[in-house]
């Protein structure tokens, strides 16, 4: 079988969809991914083929960056719903549509399997008339917000001889759900055929020798991230400040475009890097600090780990009430997000057992959810049924 899985250019939207590409692979059908050009070294070092579809370098980052500068005046919880269906929807579909559609016709796939950011995916399969599968790359996206998207691009569907499906033709034929149900934060009523599939770390890494900052020395090891994105707010330095007055280890993250030199210097137990191997850093830590976007947050919920969540925007706060919910983690709001707070927070997580012991549970939910390959069988009889 040909698999066309396609994506936006975000570590976070592409890394949840690894696992399920990966099965495909060590099942014997061929995989293709399409995606930005910016992307495309990660999904070679990762062993995934790939095809550069839709914006891409300049143009790319002028337009994220001017939506960007717009949603600044947008409070933090109102930021998804501004910016979901301008970038997702109206910015990137269109270019990425003009690339996957010729892609797509000379290669023939026989599925497609796009994330949740990516509705070119949706309009490709609905004009070639192949099943168009949608991999969540967290929660689920609130239908209100998925029904702007379709709203921005019911001209392009119309330019293509279709009528345009109900959330953006996101549901179309299967919804594949990466969050367990006790933190998913949004109602699924909507989503007509849904299939669970366990989310499995992977961030492309490869095995080596442990890293001196996994080495442990009888304290805990606390892990500090606000992703890819969100990774300059002037919250980390105070953050990171306030925690090292703590009795624990400390691994800071600053992102692949960061500078860990911006955080001054550092006592010897805190440790600042650009870029992890995120999967086996949770394997080794005690408490995870983070902006609870969904790699991070589910992340840390599979590794049974109780979390500090400091949401910021985009679905960080729907999964911020999942995990509190759930009472698997802590919650400060943007203004509650003090250095003395965060680092009461964090000493609260390291003690409090019937944290620890909510998130173990979420684990054991996590790991009763079918794994990668069993859901490849289920989307082969898709795709044999769809041609």
């Known amino acids: 079988m040909r698999v066309l899985f396609s994506s936006t250019f975000g570590y976070g939207h592409m890394f949840p969809m690894y696992p399920l590409a990966r099965a495909f692979q060590a099942a014997g059908h061929d995989v293709l991914w399409a995606t930005s050009a910016d992307a495309g070294d990660r999904l070679e070092a990762a062993g995934l083929p790939a095809a550069p579809c839709g914006l891409a370098g300049p143009e790319l980052r002028e337009r994220v960056g001017s939506l960007q500068g717009r949603v600044a005046s947008v409070s933090p919880r109102e930021r998804a719903a501004f910016m979901y269906p301008r970038l997702f929807g109206e910015t990137l579909t269109p270019p990425m549509a003009a690339d996957l559609l010729p892609l797509a016709t000379s290669w023939q796939p026989d599925l497609m399997v796009h994330e949740h950011g990516e509705l070119a995916s949706p309009l490709v399969g609905a004009v070639l008339q192949v099943p168009s599968v949608t991999h ?57 055929a849904r299939q669970p599939l366990r989310p499995v770390a992977d961030s492309g890494g490869g095995a080596g020798p442990l890293p001196h900052y996994l080495e442990r020395d009888g304290r805990p090891l606390v892990y500090v991230t606000l992703g890819t994105v969100q990774n300059r707010l002037p919250l980390l330095a105070p953050a990171v400040a306030a925690l090292a007055g703590l009795p624990v280890r400390v691994l800071v993250t600053v992102g692949p475009d960061g500078d860990p030199d911006a955080l001054g210097p550092q006592p010897d137990h805190v440790h600042v890097e650009r870029w992890v191997d995120q999967p086996r850093v949770l394997q080794h830590c005690d408490v995870v600090v983070s902006h609870a976007g969904s790699g991070t947050f589910l992340g840390a919920l599979a590794a049974g780990l109780p979390q500090l969540c400091l949401p910021q925007a985009a679905d960080q706060f729907r999964n911020s009430e999942g995990g509190r919910r759930a009472g698997a983690a802590v919650v400060l709001s943007p203004d509650e997000s003090s250095p003395e707070a965060i680092a009461s927070a964090v000493g609260a997580l390291l003690t409090d057992e019937a944290l620890h012991r909510r998130a173990r549970g979420v684990a054991h939910e996590i790991a009763a959810m079918p794994a990668p390959g069993a859901v490849v069988d289920v989307l082969v009889a898709l795709g044999a049924g769809g041609r």
């Open 136 to 192: 969540a790359f967290g929660g689920g996206i609130p239908p209100s917000m998925l029904e702007d998207a379709g709203a921005r691009l019911a001209g392009l569907w119309a330019e293509h001889g279709q009528a345009l499906p109900p959330y953006a033709g996101s549901f179309t034929t299967l919804y594949l759900d990466i969050c367990p149900p006790s933190v998913q934060s949004v109602p699924l009523d909507h989503v007509p």
